[in-house]
């Protein structure tokens, strides 16, 4: 079992930044890839950025490259989002998840195994 907890959401002018945390607990977290998404009300939870094991390998969706970085503290087991440029459609909550590494599945989130509980982001205009 890996436990999950984000934190750093909140309220956020449009041009704004977030930093966003999660926390690991339980096994061994430079075991397993990281990932962030996001659910907005209505829609369906889609993928934001993922990191490997050593975080050799990052991905982005589209929507938030240029704008958002990924990064992994493994002897703090920590993963955080850093987000510039803010803008009001990234308004969402916000879950971190871990990957097995043997699972090439980056941005769909049925290939994750754990989830942490999420944090709300709202980006005003």
């Known amino acids: 079992q890996v436990q999950l907890v984000e934190s750093g959401g909140g309220l956020v002018q449009a041009g704004g930044s977030l930093r966003l945390s999660c926390a690991a607990s339980?096994?061994?977290?430079?075991?397993?890839?990281m990932g962030w998404f996001r659910q907005a009300p209505g829609k369906e939870r889609e993928f934001v950025a993922a990191?490997?094991?050593?975080?050799?390998?990052?991905y982005y969706a589209d929507s938030v490259k240029g704008r958002f970085t990924i990064s992994r503290d493994n002897a703090k087991n920590t993963v955080n989002l850093r987000m510039n440029s803010l803008k009001p459609e990234d308004t969402a909550v916000y879950y971190c998840?871990?990957?097995?590494?043997?699972?090439?599945?980056?941005?769909?989130?049925?290939?994750?195994?754990?989830w942490g509980q999420g944090t709300q982001v709202t980006v005003s205009s």
């Open positions: 990191i490997n094991w050593s975080g050799g390998s990052i």
């Open positions: 339980g096994r061994t977290f430079s075991n397993y890839a």
């Open positions: 998840a871990a990957r097995p590494p043997y699972r090439a599945t980056v941005a769909v989130a049925t290939g994750y195994d754990y």
